[in-house]
């Protein structure tokens, strides 16, 4: 009988140590991109706080010291009295009021519409959906701007000139929000909405009760970018609102940069003002943000 000679232990061992140098390179890798998106992060962090910066501490600046060296961040003495003299002399509270109302509308018919739309997309069978759906991302490809002057003629034939519908309605259907919340239902098993149909349901109350619950992440996402998006507007508030009390933040800010008669830093404090709640949006709900925008499949 013939006996085989096992192989060398130099060999057996040779496939480990090979594995053991491939995960140490993949580790040096990793923290070295990790050092790269920590930097890189950094230094966008910086370039967006920086004016930020700027802005708050020129506010908190007398105004003949802001007049008499604008670029200089020290000072002898801090004061609030830009703020107060900001809420007196301009209608800032009632900007607040209206900017509010608009995207608090905008928000609740947006989520309603497009999640109708987004589920009739994604569970419903009828003929010309695919169309329908194609029709809905061609409106992704259509800049906003050229948007507002047939706009502006409808809601003129609406006599809807200066309310608030004329700026809510355009924010009510958004094919980013529809897309957002089609792909999270597309990922609701197709098995779960159709025991719930054998059971008897309804479409109205699968929409109502099985797909909404879910759909929290992929709502909140929407409501966050569509409250923001409508609070930043510019170019439809400017022309649809006429008075000076109906305009919103954004509006009322570009009328007190045009003016001669305000100061440097009741300008910067009306726009520290106009910032604050879409910073606290953003910072309250910037987990909701993360969630849903990973929930629904778009990295």
């Not at 924010?171 to 098993?189: D, E, Q, T, Y």
């Not at 966050?224 to 022309?239: D, E, K, R, Y």
């Not at 100061?263 to 309250?284: C, D, I, K, R, T």
């Amino acid at each position: 009988m013939t006996t085989t000679t096992p192989a060398p232990t130099a060999t057996r061992l040779a496939k480990p140590t090979r594995h053991r140098e491939t995960s140490q390179a993949d580790k040096t890798g990793s923290r070295a991109f990790n050092r790269l998106a920590a930097t890189c992060l950094t230094l966008f962090a910086l370039i967006w706080l920086i004016p930020l910066l700027w802005a708050v501490i020129t506010s908190i600046r007398p105004t003949d010291e802001v007049a008499a060296h604008p670029v200089r961040i020290w000072s002898s003495h801090y004061t609030l009295s830009a703020y107060h003299k900001a809420f007196q002399a301009n209608s800032i509270g009632w900007w607040y009021l209206n900017s509010f109302l608009i995207s608090a509308l905008a928000v609740i018919l947006c989520v309603v519409i497009c999640s109708l739309i987004a589920f009739a997309l994604a569970h419903l069978r009828y003929r010309g959906k695919n169309v329908l759906a194609l029709v809905i991302l061609a409106g992704l490809l259509v800049p906003m701007e050229s948007l507002v002057l047939p706009q502006f003629v409808e809601f003129r034939s609406l006599h809807l000139l200066g309310t608030y519908w004329a700026l809510v309605l355009p924010a009510a259907a958004s094919p980013v929000a529809v897309f957002v919340c089609r792909s999270f239902l597309k990922g609701i098993p197709f098995e779960l909405i159709e025991g719930a149909r054998i059971d008897g349901s309804s479409w109205w109350r699968v929409y109502r009760e099985i797909c909404m619950p879910l759909c929290r992440p992929a709502i909140s996402a929407v409501s966050i970018f569509t409250f923001i998006s409508t609070w930043n507007a510019f170019l439809l508030p400017l022309l649809v609102l006429t008075q000076t009390k109906s305009q919103t933040i954004p509006v009322g800010l570009s009328g007190l940069l045009g003016s001669t008669a305000i100061s440097q830093s009741e300008v910067m404090a009306s726009a520290v003002l106009g910032l604050l709640p879409l910073l606290v949006v953003f910072l309250v709900a910037q987990r909701q943000i993360v969630q849903g925008v990973a929930s629904t499949g778009i990295k």
